[in-house]
C-alpha cells in the first residue's frame, strides 16, 4: 500500500478566470438550464403522494470524495450524505448515490437497475444506522435521477424525485467488489419526494483528456485522486516547465486560483517530491497522454520518471496487455496510452502468471464475463481511494 505527500493548495471558484471586483451592471441573467431543468422536477414532485406503506424522508448535503473527512475516493462517482427522519435508533442515517463513470448529464429511471446493487449503474441506496449491528439496508426500487450539471465525474449537480426505498439484504453476488442486494418481501419502505445534490467545488475541473476544464488557456487542472478523475485549476502564470522549481500562491479570497510560475498545463506540486516542482498534466487513459521525453503518465495524471515512483513503491512490469506478468501485482504493465495492472483475480498462478489487465475507468467499460477491479490507496488521515480501475475475468 502506497500513499505519496498530501496536497497543498485550496480550492477555488472557476470565476477567477476571469478577475475579481469588477461591478456588474447588466441586468441579472437568467436561470441557468440546470436550474430550469431542477426547478420543473421539483415542481412536478409537490403533487406526489407516497406509496402505501412508505415512509417520507428527506436528503441532506451530499459530498464527493475529496470533500469527505477522512478523503474517500470510490471504485465509481460516489456521493454521501445524511438522510433525515429515517428511522431507528439515535445514529446516523445515510445515503449514497453511485454513478458509473460514463453517466452524463440526463434523465434516468432509477427502476432500470432492479433494486440491485450488483446491476444498477445509477444508484440510490440507504443505510440505517449504519455502523451499527442495527444497520439496515435500502435500495430504491424506482423513481427518477436528473443529472444536471457535470464538471467532472466527481463534481455534479443533481435531483432525486419520487425515490421508493425498498428494505433488502446483501444478495449474491456476496464478495468481490460488487455486490447484489434483494428486496425483503413485505420490508420496510422509505421515500423521497424530491431532492437536490451539489458536489461541484470553487475551482473545479476535469483533469481528463478532452473534458472542457482539462486544458483551459492559462491553467493546469491539477489532479486531486490518484486516477486523475477530479482535479482543481491553478493558474499558470510563468514559463516554468518540466522539473523546475516553482511556487504556488494561494488565492486572494474565495474567488481567485491559486497562482503558480509554471506554463500552462504545468502543475505546481510536491506530491512526489520534497520541494514543489513544475510537472506535465496528462491522462493515462488517452491514446497519447503527451508526456516529455524520458516521463511516463503516472499517479495524480502528472508525467514523472518510472524511477521517481519506484522508491515510493509503485511496481511496473514489462507485459503488454493481456501477456503473463513477471510479478504477481504490479501497479503499471503495458506501455503509454495502453497502461493496466498486473493481477492474479484467484491467486492461482502464483507469485508468477499474473496477466497484464486493461485500466478503465468506467464499470461499464468492462465486457461480458468482465467486472471492474479496483487498486486501493491508503491515504493520510485513514482515508482511501479506490479510483484506479481495471477490468477482469472474474469466472461469473
Not at 129 to 149: C, P, R
Not at 239 to 246: H, V
Not at 271 to 283: F, M
Request: overall charge negative.
Amino acid at each position: 500500500m502506497k500513499s505519496v505527500n498530501g496536497l497543498g493548495w485550496g480550492v477555488v471558484l472557476l470565476t477567477g478566470l476571469v478577475g475579481c471586483g469588477q461591478e456588474a451592471k447588466e441586468p441579472a441573467p437568467a436561470p441557468a438550464p440546470e436550474q430550469a431543468e431542477i426547478s420543473a422536477v421539483e415542481q412536478e414532485a409537490r403533487f406526489l403522494n407516497p406509496p402505501a406503506g412508505c415512509t417520507e424522508v428527506s436528503m441532506g448535503e451530499l459530498y464527493n470524495g475529496i470533500e469527505l473527512t477522512p478523503v474517500q475516493y470510490e471504485r465509481q462517482p460516489t456521493f454521501r450524505g445524511d438522510l433525515v427522519n429515517f428511522g431507528g435508533n439515535a445514529t446516523r442515517d445515510e445515503v449514497r448515490i453511485r454513478l458509473d463513470m460514463k453517466t452524463h448529464p440526463g434523465l434516468y429511471d432509477l427502476a432500470q437497475g432492479g433494486a440491485n446493487t450488483f446491476t444498477c449503474d445509477q444508484c440510490v441506496v440507504g443505510y440505517q444506522d449504519i455502523g451499527t449491528s442495527a444497520q439496515k439496508l435500502f435500495v430504491a426500487e424506482s423513481g427518477a435521477l436528473l443529472l444536471a450539471l457535470q464538471v467532472s465525474a466527481q463534481q455534479t449537480i443533481g435531483a432525486l424525485s419520487n425515490v421508493v426505498l425498498r428494505e433488502s439484504v446483501v444478495a449474491t453476488p456476496t464478495s468481490g467488489p460488487y455486490t447484489g442486494s434483494a428486496v425483503v418481501p413485505g420490508g420496510e419502505c422509505r421515500w423521497i419526494r424530491f431532492a437536490t445534490w451539489n458536489t461541484v467545488r470553487p475551482g473545479g475541473c476535469d483533469p481528463r483528456q478532452g473534458s472542457l476544464t482539462s486544458n483551459l488557456p492559462g491553467t493546469a487542472c491539477v489532479a486531486d485522486d490518484y486516477a486523475a478523475t477530479d482535479g482543481t485549476l491553478q493558474r499558470a502564470l510563468g514559463t516554468k516547465t518540466q522539473g523546475e522549481a516553482c511556487t504556488a500562491t494561494p488565492g486572494d479570497g474565495e474567488y481567485a486560483l491559486a497562482t503558480t510560475d509554471c506554463k500552462q498545463g504545468f502543475a505546481c506540486t510536491d506530491l512526489v517530491s520534497d520541494d514543489a516542482q513544475c510537472l506535465k498534466t496528462c491522462d493515462y487513459m488517452a491514446a497519447n497522454p503527451g508526456c516529455p521525453s524520458g516521463t511516463i503518465c503516472g499517479v495524480y495524471g502528472l508525467c514523472i520518471e518510472q524511477a521517481v515512483l519506484e522508491p515510493f513503491g509503485f511496481a511496473f512490469d514489462t507485459a503488454l496487455i493481456g501477456e503473463p506478468c513477471s510479478q504477481s501485482f504490479t501497479e503499471f504493465c503495458g506501455v503509454e496510452g495502453a497502461r493496466g495492472t498486473c493481477f492474479d483475480p484467484d491467486g492461482a498462478a502464483g507469485p508468477q502468471g499474473a496477466t497484464c489487465h486493461r485500466y478503465a475507468r468506467a464499470r461499464s467499460d468492462c465486457g461480458p464475463g468482465e467486472e471492474l477491479g479496483y487498486i486501493y490507496y491508503p491515504l493520510v488521515g485513514g482515508g482511501g481511494d479506490r479510483g484506479y480501475g481495471f477490468c477482469y475475468h472474474d469466472g461469473r
